[in-house]
């Protein structure tokens, strides 16, 4: 993340959405924070701002004096005319390293027009601030100790949390869960790397810091904690950007009747005519906490129409993109068939299949056609009738199943949200089967050492122990400009 000019500037920008509001704020944070204030704010009750206690709120009218410049030369003497107000609003005061930057920070508050936050930033940089960059306020907050690299991560997740369960995940690791996990683990792999270095040191002394069976039972154990983290990957991933779930079959078997039922509104178009929807429709809804997105697509047959076409090549990339798929089949249609009607040109894959119109067939028939294509299909089938509702609450049920099953375990343990993390932990457990090969073929241990050591570097990425200014510069290039 380039930064015109230096760590030590002051800077300010607006930290609200911009459009209009009730309150909007802007966020000034460096050594120059409070001088910069001071030229823009005067308190209610004549109070310098210099002189005012930590923490606390103050009403103040907001000036914007770059016309003409103040002839002040100390904070108390700004002169200030009404001619200039641009606002009246409050100010807070956080000093060191009591802030989110651990810098001297200073918020002003004020009415949420975007006019009037606009003259109030422009107005700080007269003042002697300037413009921040996309997520140089958390940047600081990390290179401050304030927070580390995976927290600072979390702040941007939390701004991002599509559902409550993101946002209880990032707010675990806000609150520095993940932090303390690979912490504990990077410590007894540098604790390991110690004995390992000592004992190459004082190999010809005959001390034998740490023996083989305790290096490979300790590896073996820190390998176990990585693995199981990863096994959460995928899970954290579908929490942080929420599921999509595409609905597909042949034309008129209800897919777009299933999606409106799923929605609880009539989002999809639904006629007696073949071929309605020939675009891809996605629609989100919140269930259980979790962010799940269905999409109807373009039903599947052979056809010689340009733009059904184009709908299920829309289909199948839908399903390529998607975390799971429900195949609505037509149960009439398929009793008259004998079940045999199961050819779809353009279905890539399928996760569950819902037998649709249960309503037009007897339960005997039913039985016997779930069974034809549970055999076929080999995947889990689900009887429904979307007119009459019956079986809907299995599918939800299913769904939710699916995505929010045991593996979760949303009130407890550690679940990896983010793909920088998941690679790192990768590495470090690629670093840790080098040095379980070389522990336990009796290779000499420089080579165990630097298999240990980038297990450490892998794991002390997560955090920001050990980085570099291009993934400093990616992560924070994804923050908005005030963050």
Not at 15 to 21: F, I, K, R
Not at 94 to 105: G, L, Q
Not at 171 to 184: H, I, K, N, S
Request: with cysteine; aromatic share 4%; proline share 3%.
């Amino acid at each position: 993340m380039p930064i015109d000019g230096s760590p030590e500037d002051t800077i300010c920008a607006i930290a609200t959405p911009l459009g209009e509001g009730g309150i909007g704020i802007l966020r000034i944070s460096g050594p120059d924070a409070l001088h910069v204030a001071s030229k823009v704010v005067r308190l209610r009750s004549n109070q310098p701002l210099d002189t005012t206690s930590s923490h606390t709120l103050h009403v103040v009218d907001i000036f914007d004096l770059r016309h003409p410049a103040p002839s002040a030369d100390s904070l108390s003497d700004v002169r200030f005319s009404d001619a200039h107000i641009i606002d009246e609003g409050l100010v807070v005061y956080m000093k060191r390293p009591r802030s989110f930057t651990a810098e001297d920070v200073v918020e002003i508050h004020c009415h949420g027009s975007g006019i009037a936050l606009k003259r109030v930033c422009e107005a700080c940089v007269h003042a002697g601030a300037r413009l921040a960059q996309p997520g140089e306020f958390t940047k600081r907050a990390f290179l401050n100790g304030r927070l580390d690299l995976s927290q600072a991560e979390a702040v941007l997740d939390t701004i991002k949390a599509k559902s409550d369960l993101g946002l209880k995940m990032a707010q675990r690791q806000l609150r520095g869960a993940l932090g303390q996990e690979v912490g504990g683990l990077r410590d007894s792999l540098m604790t390991l790397l110690a004995h390992v270095e000592a004992g190459i040191d004082f190999s010809e002394e005959d001390i034998s810091f740490v023996g083989r069976e305790e290096l490979i039972a300790s590896l073996q154990g820190t390998r176990a904690q990585i693995q199981r983290m990863l096994t959460t990957s995928e899970t954290g991933r579908v929490l942080r950007e929420g599921a999509r779930v595409v609905i597909v079959g042949k034309p008129n078997v209800g897919k777009s009747s299933l999606l409106n039922t799923l929605l609880h509104e009539n989002r999809a178009i639904v006629t007696d005519i073949p071929g309605t929807t020939r675009d891809v429709i996605e629609e989100s809804v919140d269930w259980q906490g979790l962010r799940i997105t269905f999409v109807d697509t373009a039903g599947l047959r052979e056809t010689s129409d340009v733009v059904e076409q184009e709908g299920m090549k829309r289909s199948r990339l839908a399903q390529e993109e998607s975390d799971m798929v429900l195949h609505v089949v037509d149960a009439a249609e398929l009793a008259k068939a004998g079940g045999n009607d199961l050819a779809f040109p353009a279905l890539v894959r399928e996760d569950l299949m819902v037998l649709n119109k249960i309503d037009l067939l007897d339960s005997t028939a039913v039985v016997r056609l779930c069974e034809l294509l549970s055999q076929r299909s080999s995947r889990k089938v689900v009887p429904l009738s979307v007119r009459t509702g019956e079986g809907l609450g299995e599918l939800k049920r299913v769904i939710e199943t699916r995505f929010l099953g045991p593996s979760l375990e949303a009130s407890d343990g550690l679940i990896i949200t983010n793909v920088r993390h998941r690679l790192a932990l990768e590495r470090a457990l690629s670093c840790l089967d080098e040095a379980l090969a070389s522990g336990g073929g009796g290779i000499q241990p420089e080579f165990v050492a630097v298999d240990l050591r980038g297990a450490a570097d892998a794991l002390g990425e997560i955090v920001g122990i050990v980085t570099t200014d291009d993934i400093l510069d990616r992560i924070f290039s994804e923050f908005c400009i005030g963050k």
